[in-house]
């Protein structure tokens, strides 16, 4: 009996663990880097470049002067770092990438104890920032691939809400030849690793399922335009923040309920932006602010324990 060992639940034993999940997701978005370098050059990669190089080492060093216990083998920096580079246009400077990655990992992640403890996801917090202190870092900027006609245009969305420039045709938005962000362009690159991940169970399809669907639906009535509405789901970062940022494990709600809730309230906070706001793009936003909101929205939809009921009426 010396032995025995007495735990809180839960009590679930995986041979998964965080590292080979971050793998997964790293693998996942190889598309939407490979494209991103593809349409937006040799400036793409070296944001990608620093962006990850930055967030696996200030992970390391605060580690290190903090006297922690190494955690960069987890890859999770490694992902944090190339969601942020892809969330970014190549109108971002290098040293902005350094500093965005840097606030990422240590203001959002280490400062509230390291991966699982941190209130929002490190990568959309960082974005804001960047967005908030200098202004252009998401904005337009033409592919390598792109017609004299669309060089010097703004990003769809900043067209559709300005009504100046040209829109590039659905096509091109669906393989990613439109300005705006270097990762957020390929549906087809992103839908990709949308499927490699609910293969490998990584993600399930709901959050992103409702957030893209809440968007498509609120765009359809705002607009009474069915092909402006698929320019808003193909606009802008809603396919990569749905797919990748809006999943993440530890900023957004475990029970199913809660997965739906949060992925109607991303799709609504987006479009309500989008259309009434006085940024164009509103995907960043409204993952931030429903990350603040999950402690409450993960408390619907838990199951009650087994007794539980019982107990209540007999007090």
């Not at 990569?240 to 997965?259: C, E, R, V």
Request: aromatic fraction near 10%; hydrophobic fraction near 50%.
């Amino acid at each position: 009996m010396n032995n025995l060992i007495i735990s809180s639940s839960p009590h679930f034993h995986s041979k998964t663990r965080t590292k080979n999940i971050m793998l997964d997701v790293i693998i996942a978005l190889i598309p939407a880097a490979i494209a991103a370098i593809v349409f937006y050059g040799l400036k793409a990669a070296l944001i990608i470049a620093v962006c990850v190089a930055t967030s696996v080492a200030a992970e390391y060093f605060f580690n290190l002067i903090c006297k922690k216990k190494q955690t960069v083998g987890d890859l999770s920096a490694i992902v944090t770092g190339l969601l942020l580079a892809l969330s970014l246009s190549t109108k971002v400077t290098l040293w902005q990438c350094f500093v965005g990655s840097v606030f990422a990992i240590i203001a959002v992640k280490c400062l509230f104890g390291g991966i699982g403890c941190n209130f929002a996801n490190p990568a959309v917090t960082a974005r804001v920032f960047l967005l908030i202190a200098f202004g252009k870092v998401a904005g337009g900027v033409a592919t390598n691939f792109a017609s004299p006609e669309l060089v010097a245009s703004a990003t769809p969305l900043e067209v559709i809400s300005g009504g100046n420039g040209e829109l590039p045709s659905l096509f091109d938005m669906l393989i990613g030849n439109r300005g705006g962000a270097i990762g957020e362009g390929c549906a087809i690159a992103l839908i990709l690793g949308f499927i490699y991940l609910l293969v490998r169970r990584i993600i399930s399809w709901h959050t992103p399922a409702v957030y893209i669907a809440t968007a498509f639906v609120l765009s359809l009535i705002i607009k009474q335009d069915l092909t402006a509405a698929l320019y808003q789901v193909l606009g802008g970062g809603l396919l990569l923040g749905a797919i990748f940022m809006a999943t993440d494990y530890s900023t957004t709600p475990t029970h199913l309920w809660g997965k739906i809730i949060f992925g109607l309230g991303c799709g609504v906070i987006t479009i309500l932006i989008r259309f009434f706001g006085s940024y164009p793009e509103g995907v960043s936003f409204a993952i931030l602010l429903m990350n603040i909101l999950t402690p409450y929205i993960d408390k619907i939809g838990v199951p009650t324990p087994l007794g539980a009921g019982g107990a209540k009426n007999e007090k």
